[in-house]
């Protein structure tokens, strides 16, 4: 019951945080809005008990990309003044089809959602059994993830290499 | 409604929400924040899914997709960072003559 209650507030918080993400006019609010959304989202697989995911989830998307994304705002912030607009000229066709989109989703996703099987549902994904399922099963994805790390590493120092070159 | 018709639909306005966002703003960084909005609206949907079913495929496909978006931030960043400052703005009007 106080589980359910909790999945409840957390979804909401996420979904508020999101909806606050394209109201909200600077870049640095708007970071912290998805921080907040991606903490809820954290909280979410927590009770869900996925606890190696809602580390993840901390460990990388909050630690790392967004405190990432967070130096480059401070980096770049205050090249636009306040007179540039929020919002593209799409912002009508934009809403239409959030609107479509949602309901063509809702549709297909409503008339097809799986049977629950329960199981061992629980156990399935503590660390322990989840680190030897993902090694024994997935290493070969393991292994070209970490290529396609080292493949983004070297495209992000190309593209600066780029730049030096250009400014001398 | 149950868990699992909750869980689907938060993701599904989450992804909706992201998509609206890279539409409908205009600042680059904004719109790169967005799209990482995306991606935890798709994985919060397979968490659901694989903790549904009792699988771990939906799980380890989420440990891919963060990858992926680290990935797609590492590179992204740095070229914002070029474009900014050759452009001097944030604005993607700013950036129109890149229109092929």
Known sequence: MIETLFLYLFAGTALGAAALMIVLRSPMRVALALILCMLSLAAVYALLEVHVIAVFQVLIYVGAVMVFMVYAIMLLDDRDGPRTARYSRLLVPGVGALVLLLAILAHGVWTSLPEPTLAAAGNLFALKEFSIAFLNEYWLHFELVSVLLVAAVVAALAVLQVGRRKHG | ?100
């Open chain 2, 1 to 100: 409604m149950d868990k699992l018709q909750l869980l689907i639909a938060v993701s599904m306005a989450l992804f909706a929400l992201g998509l609206l966002g890279v539409i409908v703003r205009r600042n680059v960084l904004i719109m790169l924040m967005c799209m990482e909005l995306m991606l935890n609206g798709v994985n919060l949907s397979l968490v659901a899914f694989a903790q549904q079913t009792a699988s771990t495929a939906g799980a380890v496909l989420v440990f891919l997709i963060f990858v992926v978006a680290t990935a797609e931030i590492a590179i992204a960043i740095p070229i914002v960072l070029l474009l900014a400052r050759q452009k001097r703005a944030m604005d993607l009007d700013a950036y129109a003559d890149l229109k092929g």
